[in-house]
């Protein structure tokens, strides 16, 4: 009962972040500040699921983190940075459509992954790849699609060190102390907090450029669209044929499709133009959609196997 009740609450929490993000949007600059510490908390709690001594042997993660870093980057980013490439014409959209791209796997893999009963050492190993892949993605991508545009290089590098590898640290760090015995009594309350700063941040911010509508809206939706509902059937599809067993497909699924929207959110209301944030915007509320989806196809069958 536990599983669907957190999946429950967390769409509450995003659906609850979104009205009033596009309804009372007068503490859009408040969000803006808040949302880099949400997101370092967000990560680091998440981080702490991880077991004890999880990156000691690199070696034996590589395999999984190789794969992540494929379906992530090489696949599904690639496939958003082409399509926006020659669809999208407004630069501040194209930004946000380029972060999006360059942003690792969805922490909502991990309570997926449990769902889908996909093996726990594939989910963790993946996640952690995508976000050290990040670690070099996302300046390579800075300075690949941003050489155009003024902006502080170093800044991109502080902001990525203190998003990723300074959670991963401190996490290590409260788990080698065992101070996150204390923080799991609360953990859930202060993700669903964060979450909202973030997700609130991020719409009441570009709720005045989701009023006017536009061509560059409606190709980014359709982009969104295709990556996550059209690549679920592709790739779901592409690994039958090859004969995969079921939980390994899954795991291509959610690495193929999902992407952390809320960490290219957070770091384009930090370095960008507001205007910049609409993308992310956009495909967490397709992914919201998916995963939802993905969530009820999952229960369904499992409650069909349960009556048998």
């Not at 090489?74 to 407004?90: D, E, M, P, R």
């Not at 501040?92 to 991990?110: H, R, T």
């Not at 957070?266 to 205007?275: D, H, K, M, R, S």
């Amino acid at each position: 009962m536990t599983l669907p009740f957190q999946a429950y609450r967390s769409s509450i929490i995003f659906i609850i972040a979104l009205f009033c993000g596009m309804v009372f949007d007068e503490w859009r600059q408040a969000g803006r500040i808040l949302i880099l510490p949400a997101l370092m908390i967000i990560l680091t709690i998440t981080l702490l699921r991880f077991p004890r001594g999880f990156f000691r042997h690199p070696a034996s993660l590589l395999f999984s983190s190789i794969q992540g870093n494929l379906l992530n980057y090489l696949v599904l980013g690639n496939f958003i940075l082409l399509t926006g490439a020659f669809l999208i014409q407004k630069q501040e959209l194209w930004i946000g459509l380029a972060l999006v791209a360059a942003m690792p796997a969805s922490l909502e893999i991990i309570l997926l992954g449990i769902l889908l009963r996909i093996e726990k050492n594939y989910v963790f190993t993946s996640i952690s790849g995508t976000y050290l892949g990040a670690l070099l993605i996302v300046p390579l991508v800075s300075l690949c699609f941003f050489k155009y545009i003024q902006i502080n290089y170093w800044n991109i590098a502080v902001l990525i060190l203190c998003l990723i590898a300074l959670p991963l640290v401190l996490s290590r760090l409260i788990v080698e102390k065992d101070w996150d015995r204390i923080l799991r009594k609360h953990e859930n309350t202060l993700i669903d907090f964060c979450h909202f700063i973030v997700f609130y941040a991020i719409s009441a911010n570009s709720s005045m450029f989701l009023k006017k509508l536009s061509d560059d809206l409606v190709f980014i939706s359709l982009i969104a669209l295709t990556s996550t509902f059209l690549f679920y059937f592709l790739i779901r599809k592409i690994g039958l044929y090859f004969h995969g067993q079921e939980n390994k497909v899954n795991f291509f699924i959610l690495l193929g499709t999902m992407k952390d929207y809320g960490l290219a959110g957070g770091i384009a209301l930090t370095l960008f133009n507001p205007e910049v944030a609409v993308p992310p915007l956009v495909f967490a509320v397709f992914t919201f959609i998916y995963m939802n989806w993905l969530s009820f196809k999952a229960r369904r069958i499992e409650d069909d196997c349960g009556d048998v």
